[in-house]
């Protein structure tokens, strides 16, 4: 047992020690200054508009790689990386500021659901361009009259034998305007609400799919109207069984809350109380001036910091099949609550300045947009009341009151 340690101990050093070398050796340097607008974000897509050479170079060495997906298998365009080497990879890549080569619903929400539900077509279809970046998801999911009771969903798919033709519309669809293809919920029998219910993918440049951008009070928005009139699906394109979307659904959801949670720590940006000096400046003992802030940012970073903790220790326990179902409900929660407190600080450490809206030299009010924009992390992915509820009920195992 003592030598089987030894050598998985020695064989992951070696790994540590290539990946590093590897990082070094392909990552530019502009890939590892932290970001400072959206522009510096990498959604891929058919449509992708890179910032950069550099950030194009970066997602095409770290796809060839696998390292976009690194549990991923290889056969569907991952890296096939152990848990214990996908841990490894983003510890050096922290360490040496490494951007995220892509950011993709596809990768975060739509991938794991394939790789349970899919079938092998599916799966060979879909994840590789997923793992490349070449196609971007969006998620068809809330409805104007289903939120947080998805189940209510009212957005029907007519079953026409080897098709089935969709009508209706769903809301809050984030980056529907620049999506390529959407992860859909249907309803194949209005008789039934969870077992009516179907889990389906198309193409967003299919016939009678428009989408019509929401205004926030940031000024800006991810979000869509999604509208759907007599659009075929095939029926290649619905995953798990017919009336089974429900399961497929609630697989997805625990994911997507854990990565609205994951908001909570960024690790890429330059730590808070740096920003705060940088912004006010040290007084004569090398400290901010005002002991309150100081006090808040003290507390904020350490929550930051633990909450880190949680995520790794989470994302630790979940490759071992051992975490609480309901645990992307509580780093959800309180990812999202963080992250709403990290930039009511940022807007204290500007001031006044920070409330400016449209000039150049505040990136057109990027902090004042960014603060509003946060205020809708507590409902995005289930409110944070429905959150609270499922961890007093499902963790805290709470009586109903």
């Not at 970066?58 to 841990?87: D, F, H, I, N, R």
């Not at 196609?135 to 939120?147: F, L």
């Not at 205004?215 to 394109?237: M, Q, Y």
Request: with cysteine; aromatic share 8%; glycine share 10%.
């Amino acid at each position: 047992m003592t030598t089987q340690i030894s050598d998985s101990s020695t064989a992951l050093a070696e790994f540590r020690h290539e990946t590093r070398a590897w990082l070094e050796a392909n990552c530019p340097a502009e890939m590892r200054r932290p970001m400072t607008s959206e522009d510096d974000v990498c959604w891929g897509g058919r449509r992708v508009q890179f910032s950069s050479p550099a950030q194009r170079q970066w997602l095409q060495v770290m796809a060839a790689k696998g390292w976009t997906v690194p549990t991923w298998p290889q056969a569907y365009g991952g890296g096939g990386l152990s848990a214990e080497q996908a841990k490894i990879l983003a510890q050096e890549m922290r360490a040496l500021g490494c951007r995220s080569p892509l950011n993709s619903f596809g990768i975060w929400m739509l991938g794991p659901a394939l790789l349970k539900f899919g079938t092998e077509a599916q799966k060979l279809e879909h994840l590789p361009p997923i793992a490349r970046g070449e196609i971007r998801w969006c998620q068809g999911y809330s409805e104007p009259n289903a939120g947080s009771d998805l189940a209510s969903l009212a957005t029907r798919a007519e079953d026409r034998g080897d098709h089935f033709v969709v009508n209706g519309q769903k809301i809050w669809t984030s980056y529907a305007n620049h999506a390529d293809w959407i992860f859909c919920l249907v309803r194949t029998d209005a008789a039934k609400k969870h077992t009516g219910i179907s889990f389906v993918l198309f193409d967003m440049a299919s016939p009678g799919v428009s989408t019509k951008p929401i205004l926030l009070i940031s000024g800006k928005s991810p979000f869509c109207e999604t509208f759907f009139d007599d659009v075929r699906v095939e029926k290649r394109n619905l995953v798990g069984q017919q009336g089974g979307g429900w399961d497929v659904a609630k697989y997805l959801l625990g994911h997507e809350r854990a990565m609205i949670g994951s908001i909570g720590d960024r690790e890429a940006a330059k730590p808070i109380g740096q920003q705060a000096a940088a912004a006010l400046g040290l007084d004569a003992s090398g400290r901010l001036s005002d002991p309150l802030l100081r006090a808040q940012l003290a507390e904020f970073e350490c929550d930051e910091a633990a909450f880190r903790l949680a995520m790794e220790r989470a994302g630790d326990l979940g490759r071992a099949q051992q975490a609480h179902p309901a645990m992307p409900s509580m780093l959800k929660y309180y990812g999202a609550e963080l992250n709403k407190r990290r930039w009511e600080l940022m807007m204290a450490i500007g001031g006044s300045d920070a409330l400016e809206w449209e000039s150049d030299r505040s990136r057109h009010g990027d902090f004042a947009r960014t603060w509003l924009r946060t205020k809708a992390n507590s409902i995005e992915g289930g409110t944070s009341e429905v959150q609270l509820n499922v961890i007093a009920k499902r963790i805290l195992e709470l009586p109903n009151v």
